[in-house]
């Protein structure tokens, strides 16, 4: 049906080409119209498909680390911790903590999945979530 609708919207002035007794509709100088038509349904479909598929792959998140006391992240995957230097304010990525920031294995953690490499960049709404009691304990806000 679909070839059929082809043939009908681009070959109204036909030569007529008869093959084993069948009657074709045909014309030569509508071929490469019809060829650059189906080529751009094919292209149009392949971005498509790259698109949805990127997509799906950009969604997967990676699991952090968010230790509220210090306000410091750790990703597991690539070892690293960011933390806020308020010396130059602006976050750093390091493989080690800076001497003014300690950790203990004591110190209280959260699991924070993020979808992409910046997870400080939702900062305020984690220290909202976890906030620190002037005593130093920690409050977990439910969601």
Do not use: C
Request: charged share 25%.
């Amino acid at each position: 049906m679909i070839l059929i609708g082809l043939y009908k919207e681009f070959f109204l002035n036909y030569d007529y080409i008869n093959t084993n007794g069948i009657a074709f509709e045909f014309l030569s100088e509508n071929i490469f119209t019809l060829k650059i038509y189906i080529m751009k349904r094919i292209i149009f479909g392949i971005l498509l498909l790259f698109s949805v598929s990127t997509k799906l792959v950009a969604q997967e998140s990676t699991k952090y680390w968010f230790y509220p006391a210090q306000n410091v992240y750790f990703s597991d995957v690539t070892g690293n911790y960011w933390f806020y230097d308020e010396s130059i304010v602006e976050w750093v990525e390091a493989s080690r903590l800076p001497s003014w920031l300690t950790m203990t294995d004591a110190d209280t953690r959260y699991e924070i999945n993020y979808k992409g490499p910046k997870v400080w960049k939702d900062n305020k709404q984690h220290k909202i979530k976890y906030k620190v009691k002037k005593d130093g304990t920690i409050k977990q806000k439910n969601e």
